[in-house]
């Protein structure tokens, strides 16, 4: 089992829909867990940090459910500047910042 | 403040020549980062560096070496170029504070390609 699992995607929305993203982790030990942004050819970005009380940033929602170990990021009212690769990072807690990331969810929003 | 470079942005090397892709921060971070990604995978950590002078293996380290001689500059050498090498390369760095949570940010990648 991967330790870090999402689904590929892509997901094709148009503009102004809402999608979901969920990740599954492996390790009950995690303490730290991130959404990063990726556009094609360029470097990860941090999009956001996940807390066990659920965070929100304009249109950005994310949720942790640390007894399913399940991670979501939620995208209201898509723009076409959302279109990019998303990846969930999981800090593995072994003593310093070694974060695993998942293979990323493609998304792409269309006019 | 220009964060994390990485020089070179493409490189093509012929199978078994050497190179160091060479990364530097200034962002005054301990934690140094290398990283390989792969179409359609996710970001391998190669080695990485908790300050200088101290450098420890990742999850993929063969086939590559790593120094740390300053707090700026985290290069990465590949002695004998393999296809397999084949790859993006990220440097990242983060913050002093040994703080779990704190984000780490990356350079723009070096693509790297061994025919």
């Known amino acids: 089992r991967k330790e870090v699992e999402q689904d590929p995607g892509p997901f094709n929305v148009p503009e102004g829909a809402t999608v979901a993203f969920n990740c599954t982790y492996s390790?009950?030990?995690?303490?730290?867990f991130f959404w990063y942004r990726q556009d094609c050819r360029k470097e990860p970005k941090l999009l956001m940090s996940v807390y066990s009380s659920g965070n929100e940033d304009g249109r950005f929602t994310a949720q942790l459910n640390r007894a399913s170990q399940y991670i979501s990021l939620l995208i209201r009212d898509s723009k076409l500047s959302d279109s990019a690769t998303y990846l969930c990072?999981?800090?593995?807690?072994?003593?310093?910042?070694?974060?695993?990331f998942g293979t990323g969810t493609r998304l792409l929003v269309s006019p | 403040n220009a964060g994390v470079t990485q020089t070179p942005k493409f490189r093509i090397l012929k199978i078994g020549q050497s190179m160091t892709l060479q990364c530097t921060q200034d962002m005054n971070h301990n934690y140094m980062y290398w990283y390989r990604q792969d179409p359609g995978m996710g970001l391998k950590l190669i080695y990485y560096?908790?300050?200088?002078?101290?450098?420890d293996k990742g999850e993929v380290p063969n086939g590559y070496n790593v120094s740390r001689s300053t707090t700026e500059d985290f290069p990465l050498r590949l002695e004998l170029a393999a296809p397999s090498q084949t790859s993006v390369y990220f440097c990242a760095s983060s913050s002093s504070r040994d703080r779990a949570e704190d984000t780490q940010y990356f350079g723009p990648g070096t693509r790297l390609t061994v025919l």
């Open positions: 560096s908790v300050g200088a002078g101290i450098t």
């Open positions: 990072v999981v800090n593995a807690n072994t003593g310093f910042q070694k974060l695993v």
């Open positions: 390790n009950s030990a995690s303490q730290s």
